[in-house]
Structures are given as C-alpha cells and as structure tokens.
Nanobody, 127 residues
C-alpha cells in the first residue's frame, strides 16, 4: 500500500555532498527513515523523520553531517562532508504502524519495525 522510490545517489569525491530523495506514495505514514547497507555495516540506521510533527532522529554514524527533511510526498537526506566510509546502498523505508508498547524513538532505530522498503540508491565516495 506504500511505494518508495529512492534517487540522488552517485559518485562524489571525499568531502563532497549529495542529496538523496525518497518519493513516497500511499497511505498515511508514521515515519520515513533511511538505512544503509554495506559490508561491515549491516542495516545501519541513518536517520528518520515523523510524518506528523517532523521530529527527526539520527544514527550515531551521521556525526552531525546529515540532515533529513520532508516536503510534500518526498523525504530528503542531505549528506555533507562525505567520506569513503559512507559508501553504501541507501534505502528509505516507511513505518505505518506503532503499537505504543515502545517509544517511537526506539521503534525507528530498528529496520525490523519498518513495513515498506524502497529498492535503494548507491552512494559511492571516492578517496
């Protein structure tokens, strides 16, 4: 019931920037998040934003370099000061249900709690 499509990935030099986009269509969402997949970084949480209120959450790996935002039906991930360690496939995902048993902040940290996933976009940071 939810469709997610990532774009904006590519090749960028170290220290450069990229802005990833996630076009979202479907039913009302609780939140949309970004995860990365790379050798040694299995399903690592990057950032998330709630659909209502615009509260943002960030993983430790961002180190203050990334900013998540949303406009209309698109979620953006602005990535600055990129390093080769950021090289990975980046996925956007949507949470459509929150049981209330755990806090939303806790829920958004784990990919297991997301209901829908995009196909990913490759980010490669050159040395």
């Amino acid at each position: 019931q939810v469709q997610l499509r990532e774009s904006g990935g590519g090749l960028v030099p170290a220290g450069g920037s990229l802005r990833l986009s996630c076009a979202v269509s479907g039913r009302t969402l609780i939140a949309v998040g970004w995860f990365l997949q790379a050798p040694g970084k299995e399903g690592e949480f990057v950032a998330a934003i709630t659909w209502r209120g615009g509260d943002t959450y960030y993983g430790e790996s961002t180190k203050g370099r990334f900013t998540i935002s949303s406009v209309a039906g698109t979620v953006y991930l602005q990535m600055n000061n990129l390093t080769p360690e950021d090289t990975a496939i980046y996925y956007c995902a949507a949470v459509t249900f929150h049981s209330g048993v755990y806090t939303l902040k806790h829920i958004l940290q784990s990919g297991n709690n997301y209901d829908y996933w995009g196909q990913g976009t490759q980010v490669t940071v050159a040395s």
